[in-house]
Structure formats: C-alpha cells, structure tokens
C-alpha cells in the first residue's frame, strides 16, 4: 500500500544520536531536506552529512527559549524529541537524567502548546520494573521501574498524555526496545552490548560481555524503529487510544542467543562474560518481552526483522563501514 504523506515541518533534537543520526536522513527523504531541521547541543565530529544536508540549530532543550527561537524561526509543526540521557549514563548521574529528560521533555511540550506543534517522544521498556509482568509484559500494567531513567520515562508518558488532554497537544510516542544500529553509536544504555557485540565480531572476533548469560530483553533493528516513528506520526488520530506508550516489540534474545546468531556467519567468533553489576541491576528489572497487539491494532505495526535477519545485514553493513 502506497503511503501518502502528510507536508510536515519537522525539528528533530538529539538529531546527532543513535536514532537521530539515521531518522533525520529518512525524514529528509520523505518530507525534503528543508523541512527537517536537525538540532543538538553541540555539533560532533563525523557527523557532517546530517549537519550539511539540511538545516541545523545548536538546541539545548533545558532552554525552552533556544526550542522556542528554532520553531518560530523554521515554522516547525512537528516536534521529534530525541535529546535524553540513557539507563546506565543516567544512573550514574541521576539528577543530570532528571534535568535532560524532565526538563527538556516539559520545555519541548510547553513550546509544542503554545505554536501548536505535535510531538514525538519515545519511551523505553525501562519505563518497567521489577513488579511489572516479565513476560508479554501487557501494554497497560504495573509500571514501578527503579532508575530515574525509567522514572522520567514513565512521568514523560503521562506527562504527554496529560498534554493532549488538557492542551490538545498531538502528542505520540512508542516504548523503544534495546535499538540496534550500524551508523551511529549508542551511549549509555543497557542494552548497548548487543550492538557493541557486532563490532568486536568484525574487529576482533572476540568479545566480553557485560550482561549475564540468560538475560532476555527485547531488541529492535534501526530500520524497524525509523519505520515505527514514521508511521506512527502519520497514523489517522480517530485510531489511536494509547497514543504516548506503545509497545512495540521486534525479537526478545538473551546474549548466547546473539552469540550464536553471529557465530553462524563467523565461526571463530568467541565469547566470555565479566558481568557489570549496575548494568545488569537494570537489565533484571525490565521485561523480557513485550506484548505489542495495541500497536498492531491501532496504527498497523509489524516489524521487518528478527535476530538472524538483522544480524546478516548488520555484519554485512558494518563490514563495510569499517573498511573505510
Ligand atoms: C537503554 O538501554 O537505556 C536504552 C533503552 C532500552 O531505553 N537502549
């Protein structure tokens, strides 16, 4: 089915990130390179082909007037709010976490209301925690999750919903899974051994993981993310109950799984475990699955990837980009 899209003017933050990085190009691809402004607090190096393909504003959004001054100055509609800290980074510094994260999410929605913009923002399986139903974890449950990035996460879904209610704020957003990406690096995450895995495959065919052997969490490949973002922001509203807090889900491994997965296409690939405590404190409080029938009911989603599908085309992919 052909999609039609609907003229946005999109101001992405945290343009420069894991997901950024990658949305913005695709954002461009859809709507045109002028109506997608990339913003970041600063500019990184390596990164100039999202800096020089379309517009871009330095945006720190603990200053809702530096988010203010990029939407009036752009005639931004759309909000993609990305900037935020991740789970193992925001434990480490937790009222950082709560600054970013709050803060910028509050500022981003306050901007959103008064120029009438509507927002993305994505949550996380740690919006979860220990009490939650491990398994096919349902889409409205017991949400305790015992990090601040879990807790602003969970406060950022009810914030947005709030929004909507209260301002009319078209306000969206989906429980990302662990993301898994060749182009950009995350930062900070749990879940981050299941990329950092494929490059010490390529480059060392050796890798130490952090995560304890047995551990399930659900993961995505980056092609299904930037796919759900879009059609998520372009579903028909009248559809849409949960709006702020979708589960979405892809493929649920633990790392022997990945272990193997890549082992079928390198077979001296080796692994050995030094288990990071803090990490795996977080990674135990999480899920192992998500069930995402709502998403799939209420705006169609289905992912494209599982775990050997992606790994093919990761390892392809990263190969590649480490020859250069
Ligand atoms: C993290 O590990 O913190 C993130 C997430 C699951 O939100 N990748």
């Given amino acids: 089915m052909e ?153 950022g879904e009810i914030l947005s919903d709030y929004y909507f209610k209260k301002f009319g704020v078209d306000t969206r957003g989906v429980r990302f899974p662990g993301l898994i990406s060749y182009d950009t690096l995350p930062g900070g995450g749990t879940t981050d051994y299941a990329v950092h895995i494929y490059y010490e495959a390529i480059k060392h065919k050796k890798y130490t993981c952090y995560i304890q052997k047995g551990t399930y969490m659900d993961m995505m490949y980056m092609p299904d993310a930037l796919h759900a973002i879009v059609s998520l922001m372009e579903a028909d509203p009248d559809k849409l109950i949960h709006r702020n807090a979708f589960n979405i889900s892809a493929m649920s491994f633990e790392p022997e799984d990945i272990y193997g997965e890549i082992k079928n296409n390198i077979p001296e690939f080796t692994m050995d475990y030094d288990v990071d405590p803090v990490r795996q404190a977080i990674a135990d409080s999480w899920p192992n699955s998500l069930d995402d029938t709502a998403a799939r009911e209420e705006w169609g989603w289905k992912p494209e990837y599982d775990l050997p599908k992606m790994t093919v085309d990761m390892l392809t992919k990263l190969a590649d980009k480490l020859k250069k």
């Fill in 3 to 155: 999609v039609c899209y609907i003229m946005k003017k999109i101001l992405v933050t945290g343009a420069l990130g894991q997901i950024g990085s990658e949305l913005t190009m695709k954002l461009r691809d859809i709507y045109g390179r002028d109506n997608v402004v990339a913003s970041s607090r600063r500019k990184k190096e390596g990164q100039e082909s999202i800096i020089e393909s379309g517009p871009f504003e330095i945006v720190e959004v603990t200053d809702g007037k530096q988010i203010s001054e990029a939407v009036k100055k752009y005639k931004i509609n759309t909000i993609v709010h990305l900037a935020a800290l991740l789970s193992a980074v925001g434990e480490h510094d937790p009222q950082k976490a709560w600054n970013i994260n709050m803060n910028g999410l509050y500022n981003v929605l306050e901007v959103a209301r008064e120029e009438n913009c509507a927002v993305f923002t994505p949550s996380s399986i740690a919006a979860f925690g220990p009490s939650t139903p491990k398994d096919k974890t349902p889409q409205d449950t017991i949400q305790r999750p015992e990090t601040m990035y879990g807790v602003t996460k969970v406060a």
